[in-house]
């Protein structure tokens, strides 16, 4: 289990990788097993077919920024909150 400060520290990673378009940063940071479902409802399963995804011409999250935003960690076992979004 990561500690709250871990989270925190992933998230950062994460936001100035993906705002510097570094896509070998921002896999870095997912397990070899992720299931990825984006908003679209659109998924993916496995670090190396996201690449792929993320790789394609078709894909457009190059133009995409992440704003920074306040994240809150909750006690372990709790939702996890970014800047209104939830996940578990």
């Known amino acids: 289990m990561l500690t709250r400060n871990e989270i925190s520290t992933a998230f950062a990673k994460w936001g100035a990788a993906w705002n510097a378009h570094d896509l070998d940063g ?20 496995g670090k190396e077919n996201l690449r792929l995804v993320r790789e394609s011409p078709r894909s457009r ?3 995409l920024r992440r704003r ?3 994240t809150m960690v ?15």
Do not use: K
């Open 26 to 45: 921002v896999m870095d940071l997912f397990h070899d097993d992720i299931y990825f479902e984006n908003w679209t409802g659109g998924w993916v399963r």
């Open 74 to 88: 909750r006690p372990e076992g709790s939702d996890l909150e970014t800047g209104g979004e939830q996940t578990r």
């Open 61 to 63: 999250t190059h133009a």
């Open 68 to 70: 920074e935003c306040d």
